[in-house]
């Protein structure tokens, strides 16, 4: 072979090196619209009621401390307390407002991104009566990576089904759908949740299709991060395991329902025995993983919201999705 040859380089290798300069730049060019609204203050409908949210979450956080209630917040404004007969002040359990709906990991992470990266001062101004100055950011910093991440990881699940041109267009469409751009900066558990479901997702191509105890592992893996986090993995659980199914995969399909809903469902066990028990000294109660899915479901099957009202109005939804 002519040293021509051997410099040439191959071309399955070169063709993969430019699928991944797409993605990166596909995932860069995500990335201005979305970053544009990293600094904006949180007065947009849900986006800044979440990120006003978290904020609050995150300085009483400060002044209570991370372990007042067990790791779940608390979201007075106004520093609960109770006076003494001497004059003094104590705080006063009983008249916190803690939330405990979900696992405490994203107040949790919103809080540690402003302790690393929140300006000077933003952890002493309640001591002032003052609103913290200049959180906006480093609250949303962390949310907006997840949200990249979940394009990735959206690349990647769809690649492995249904190969690398597919994949490619269904990035360039998430990167370029204006929903997504809106809320990619959510302070939220979306973002999060999204990322577990989609790398699910993709380890779980790859299982269907290819069984192996890895890929298996990190579908369980991406399940209980998912439960970490949120309920929203367990519901794509039916369908994973449905689709397995169909494509005549029996034993697999009993493996991801029996493995995956037991990897879910384990955080969110802990969590609702942890929350009971960290809530005692306020005397509220957290619901339940059968009672959350009861106010969920519940104005579905009563009658009071059916499902055809559900759809119209998702259906009129989307050109303000798309537009």
């Known amino acids: 072979m002519s040293a021509a040859g051997d410099r040439r380089p191959d ?4 063709v993969a090196w430019l699928e991944r300069l797409g993605v990166l730049a596909l995932l860069v060019a995500a990335l201005v619209p979305r970053a544009r609204d990293l600094t904006g ?9 979440q990120g006003a949210f978290f904020a609050q979450a995150a300085v009483n956080y400060q002044r209570l401390g991370v372990g007042a209630l067990g790791g779940y ?11 003494r007969p001497d004059g003094s002040a104590v705080d006063d359990p009983a008249a916190w407002l803690p939330y405990a709906n979900h696992p405490p990991t994203v107040p949790l992470l919103a809080w540690a991104s402003l302790v690393a990266l929140g300006p000077d001062g933003w952890d002493e101004a309640w001591r002032e009566d003052r609103a913290p100055e200049g959180v906006e950011a480093p609250l949303r910093l962390p949310f907006l990576v997840l949200h990249v991440l979940a394009l990735a990881a959206l690349w990647a699940a769809v690649r492995a089904g249904l190969g690398p041109a597919v994949a490619m267009i269904a990035l360039a469409l998430a990167a370029t759908t204006p929903v997504l751009v809106h809320y990619a900066v959510l302070v939220n558990y979306e973002n999060p949740g999204l990322l577990c479901v989609l790398l699910a997702a993709a380890a779980w191509v790859r299982y269907a299709r290819d069984g192996g105890r890895r890929n298996l592992a990190l579908f369980a893996a991406a399940s209980f991060a998912g439960g970490c986090v949120t309920y929203l993995p367990l519901c794509f659980l039916p369908p994973f395991a ?21 990897a ?7 969590h609702g025995a942890w929350a ?3 809530l005692a000294p306020t005397g509220a109660v957290s619901a339940g993983l059968v009672a959350r899915a009861g106010e969920i479901l519940g104005p579905l099957l009563d009658g009071s919201a059916p499902p055809s009202r ?9 050109p303000d999705w798309l537009g």
Request: with cysteine; aromatic share 10%.
């Open 276 to 278: 009971g028990r960290a």
């Open 11 to 14: 071309a399955a290798a070169l």
């Open 73 to 83: 917040p608390v979201l007075n404004v106004d520093r609960p307390y109770t006076v």
């Open 41 to 49: 203050s949180f007065d947009r409908e849900i986006e800044g009621f």
């Open 264 to 270: 879910g469902l384990a955080p969110l066990l802990v």
């Open 310 to 318: 559900w759809l119209a109005l998702q259906a009129g939804r989307v």
């Open 242 to 262: 449905i689709a397995t199914f169909l494509r005549g995969c029996v034993r697999r399909s009993w493996l991801v329902a029996a493995v995956g809903g037991a």
